[in-house]
């Protein structure tokens, strides 16, 4: 696209016969590279110029340098549709009557399809829309890694694995940036718990950083080429990460090379030497109205504002970082609002519910479904639906991820139509109250929930029904409000909240034929596990919500989505909490909350394994309609050279009658190493598509990266010559073959 556009330039250029390098100049020329064009315009900024490009001038965009036609950044979030318009200096919104978008599913649901190339699909989808409404950076994806289900924004990030989520992290922010769209990689870095989340100083050490929090950054920046970044609210190592000199400067900017723009989160810099020195490059949120109280339209006293250009006018501080900063703004703005070659977009379209439906449908994980109690295809069955999240709309809340959507099918409006088409009948019980409060910004669900009855009458009233149906579908988990998965604050616990449990149980006693989906972006508690023989993970789907669960409640789909994090059974049995290292301890003489990250390594299902505590639901578990057959693990090549690679291949059968997908996972152990390793690792995957009776011979690849530890005294990644074991398997505790092999 671009290629076309720049030969169109210089056709049309040579039709009135001039060249374009004569008459334009180079930081306008399309011809010319982004590299030269920045230097170019770099060069014709004087100092209030520069400072003025590196800091916001309203809640959501920074200013251009109006003399020379460089125009305006405008950011959105992101990451899961794109935000409505909000006033200029206030977070309550615009009144925009064509801001309404197609709400994507949450990135758990994203990661969870473990499909790169519905990550892809997603990430152009929504480039779409932030093109259509004129934006140049979507703030996300977001993949900060889950370390504790108690974290109220783990919804917006790709699960504990770092390996899947830099395989998923970085389709996304290439199918964004196709449309002229930065991608802004948040929460840089170890942003890992909502609760304390200005005060927070993350204790880690170097192996977990680099094996475990910092790959799927390191894979949106290199792999991925993402324009911007967003640096994180906390700390680490006493310092803010937002100026933080080793995460910013040596990390990013040295060892990975990083020619992008380090945003800040919105008020997350505190200090302007700092901001200088330690690698911010565009700031905003400080001061204004919105995250901290102060003076409305304060942009001029920005760090990064009139306190810098002081230092500077007083000599204290130079301009070699003014220039740095300024340089990879312009790259950023020279990238999204400067190509001029990038689309109109497209918003609400066919496809882009289409999108959502897809990466929903396909995210939705089966956590069980004893003998086969789904698909529902009884003729004529009477179906109840009970609980609130059948009708609660879920697309407003949970903080900046929140939208303004076109519309949003409900998970029982979806099962009556899908129900109806089939000939079957539905009925809704409440069961339970929640929140019935929908608004966030301004931006009102209207929706009345109010139910003025008793828990027990609910209970009644949703058993009796419960009794004369076929089938029970439950519906609830979570939701956005404070407490659960939102932002800016934590869960108290890993049980359900409303008494749901209490519900459960009395639909799981008046009918057997129990169904509990459950809509989180977290694990929970299930202590009913076993009297629920069909449970489904939903995720926050988003628009088409209602469209997608129905989609596999009623088997046309065929579940295919796998867990990006385990459940386990209790909180004491997530490391995190086994080890009292949540949410750590206040500093008696200043605000700050020291947090040390006792697991190290130990992260999710490698605790579980390594420790052997079983989870309820593993990492990497999801069941199918049909059934696959794993046949045995080969390889290649038994011994791996320094610098090859070693192909694994087992093939795959679909023993059953219906069409599916299956995620082949590979995992890599260590057995006899100097150090430490979990009991194993994720190191490739792939899904494939399969239909009934078919055989694939699915191959995996690894290097040597993936027998690699990361040896935090030399400060580099080691491989130990000698055996390693390769699993295969469907899920990280449901290995089917394994193999040895040799590293020389
Ligand atoms: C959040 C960011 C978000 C920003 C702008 C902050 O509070 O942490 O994720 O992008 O606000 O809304």
């Known amino acids: 696209m671009k290629k ?55 809640k959501f965009c920074s200013k251009g340098v109006a003399r020379l036609g460089i125009p305006e950044l405008w950011t959105t979030d992101g990451p899961h549709g794109i935000r409505p318009e909000v006033l200029w200096d206030e977070w309550e919104q615009a009144g925009w009557t064509n801001d309404s978008c197609v709400a994507f599913p949450a990135l758990t649901c994203l990661a969870a399809t473990w499909d790169p190339e519905l990550s892809l699909l997603y990430g152009k989808s929504l480039g779409e829309e932030a ?133 800040s989160d919105w008020g997350g810099a505190h200090d302007t030497m700092e901001a200088i020195t330690n690698g911010l490059d565009l700031e905003f949120g400080s001061w204004t109205n919105g995250l901290y109280a102060g003076a409305s339209n304060a942009y001029d006293n920005y760090y990064l504002a009139l306190p810098y250009l002081d230092l500077i006018k007083q000599g204290k501080v130079g301009t070699d970082e003014l220039d740095d900063k300024a340089r990879r703004v312009l790259r950023l703005i020279m990238l999204t609002a400067m190509d001029n070659c990038k689309g109109n977009g497209s918003m609400c379209s066919k496809e882009h519910y289409d999108a959502a439906r897809r990466i929903g449908h396909d995210g939705i994980v089966l ?32 903080g900046s991820s929140s939208l303004k959507v076109q519309r949003e099918v ?60 076929d089938y029970v579908i439950f519906v609830g988990g979570l939701n956005k409000s404070a407490g659960q998965d939102c932002e800016d604050s934590d869960r108290a616990s890993l049980s359900l909240p409303y008494d749901q449990d209490n519900v459960i149980m009395a639909l799981a006693e008046a009918n057997s034929n129990l169904i509990v989906v459950n809509v989180s972006g977290n694990a929970v508690a299930m202590p009913w596990v076993k009297k629920a023989p069909a449970i489904l993970q939903a995720w926050f789907l988003g628009s088409e919500a209602g469209n997608s669960i129905a989609d596999v409640i009623f088997g046309h789909v065929n579940p295919s989505g796998k867990l990006p994090f385990s459940f386990p059974v209790k909180l004491t049995d997530n490391a995190a909490h086994h080890l009292n290292a949540y949410p750590g301890t206040k500093r008696a003489d200043s605000e700050i909350v020291d947090l040390e990250y006792k697991e190290g390594i130990l992260v999710g299902y490698r605790w579980h394994d390594t420790k052997k505590i079983k989870p309820l639901f593993a990492f990497g578990h999801g069941l199918s309609y049909t059934d696959f057959e794993f046949g045995k693990l080969s390889a ?109």
């Open 131 to 263: 093109r259509f409404r004129g934006k140049d950076v979507v703030l996300g994806p977001g993949v900060n890694i889950y370390r504790t289900p108690l974290n109220g924004r783990n919804f917006e990030y790709m699960g504990e694995d770092p390996y899947l989520a830099s395989r998923m992290v970085v389709p996304y922010v290439k199918g964004l940036q196709s449309l002229g769209v930065a991608a802004c990689v948040k929460h840089f870095a170890l942003n890992n718990n909502e609760l304390n989340r200005h005060t927070t100083n993350v204790i880690v050490d170097d192996r977990a950083l680099y094996e475990i929090y910092l790959p799927a950054f390191k894979a949106a920046v290199q792999q991925g080429d993402a324009w911007s970044i967003m640096a994180g609210y906390n700390l680490y190592d006493s310092q803010h990460l937002c100026h933080n000199a080793r995460i910013l400067n040596d990390i990013l900017k040295k060892e990975w090379n990083y020619k992008g723009a380090v945003v």
């Open 367 to 398: 956590l069980r479904n004893e003998n086969y109690l789904l698909p529902i295809a009884k003729p004529s069955a009477r179906i109840l639906v009970v609980g609130e999240n059948a009708i609660k709309m879920m697309t407003v809340g949970g």
């Open 4 to 58: 076309l556009c720049i030969i169109a330039f210089s056709v049309l250029a040579s039709a009135v016969a001039i060249s374009a390098s004569d008459t334009m100049p180079v930081y306008l020329d399309p011809s010319k590279s982004i590299d030269e064009r920045v230097e170019d315009a770099l060069a014709r900024l004087n100092t209030q110029e520069k400072i003025d490009i590196i800091h916001a001038q309203s």
């Open 410 to 469: 409900s998970p029982l409006d979806g099962i009556r139509s899908a129900a109806s088409s089939l000939g079957m009948s539905v009925d809704y019980a409440r069961g339970y109250v929640g929140d019935i409060t929908g608004e966030y910004n301004g931006v009102v669900t209207g929706q009345d929930l109010t139910d003025s009855r008793s828990a027990a009458e609910l209970i009644a009233e949703a058993k009796t029904k419960a009794a004369q149906a």
């Open 636 to 744: 290649d090549n038994s011994v791996m050279t320094a610098d090859g690679t070693i192909t694994f291949t087992i093939p795959v059968t679909n023993t059953g009658k219906m069409a599916g997908a299956e995620v082949v996972q590979l995992y890599i152990s260590d057995p006899k190493c100097s150090v430490m390793r979990p009991a194993k690792e994720l190191k490739a995957f792939d899904k494939v598509w399969l239909e009934p009776g078919e055989t694939k011979n699915v191959t995996l690849s690894i290097d040597r990266d993936a027998l690699s530890y990361f040896d935090a005294d030399k400060h580099e990644w080691v491989a130990e010559p000698g055996d390693f074991i390769a699993s295969v398997g469907s899920a990280s505790d449901n290995i089917k073959s394994t193999l040895k092999f040799k590293l020389k």
